[in-house]
């Protein structure tokens, strides 16, 4: 999960960067199938508009939902909101030039890209399901989210907007990332399982 040296020369970098430099960046990596509740984030997305304007979502994958994806943000007026980003190489630094990281799925096995987010150093929203609270504990590392709740997700989108709470996950997540996930300790426990 490396970056990516020649990333500012990438047509992807040329698109973020007409983003304006204040606004706040909101990044989701996750394939367009109804699992990721891709819906539901735009819907959302579209109500937390309403009172911050000065944002956009950054949408990395693609799948069979694509294009109802889009006709939703079409029909909710949120297109040039959205940056549409169907296949990349350059997931980390994608992430990097975001100020929060979000997935909305209604279930994951591990949620692998939560992993990524954490090492690219972003404060994470999640939905509470499966096996994502094994990954975020609310409020420490993360917020999670009731799955589905508009409310809940706006509200914590307002919430991680301060710089404190973004900063205290990030920390958090280092720690997580160390003490829980780190390569050494994922290996011992594959073979432990494999021995038994």
Avoid at 22 to 28: A, E, P, Q, R, S
Avoid at 132 to 157: A, R, T, Y
Avoid at 160 to 171: C, P, S
Wanted: hydrophobic content about 40%; proline content about 2%.
């Amino acid at each position: 999960f490396k970056k990516n040296r020649n990333f500012k020369s990438s047509n992807e970098f040329k698109v973020l960067k007409k983003i304006p430099r204040n606004n706040f960046k909101i990044c989701c990596v996750a394939r367009h199938v109804n699992q990721k509740s891709l819906d539901f984030l735009i819907i959302s997305f579209s109500k937390y508009l309403s009172e911050n304007n000065k944002s956009n979502l950054i949408l990395v994958g693609s799948g069979p939902e694509t294009n109802n994806l889009m006709k939703l943000a079409k029909k909710l007026n949120i297109s040039r909101k959205i940056i549409w980003i169907k296949f990349s190489e350059n997931v980390r630094d994608i992430i990097e030039f975001s100020d929060t990281f979000i997935l909305t799925s209604e279930y994951e096995g591990l949620g692998l890209v939560l992993l990524e987010a954490m090492a690219a150093n972003k404060p994470i929203i999640a939905s509470n399901t499966s096996a994502i609270p094994e990954v975020i504990k609310h409020n420490f590392n993360g917020f999670l989210i009731k799955h589905l709740n508009k409310k809940d997700l706006v509200q914590k989108l307002k919430l991680i907007q301060n710089k404190n709470i973004r900063n205290k996950f990030i920390l958090n997540s280092k720690t997580v990332l160390h003490k829980k996930f780190n390569l050494k300790i994922m290996i011992n426990k594959t073979q432990k399982y494999y021995y038994e």
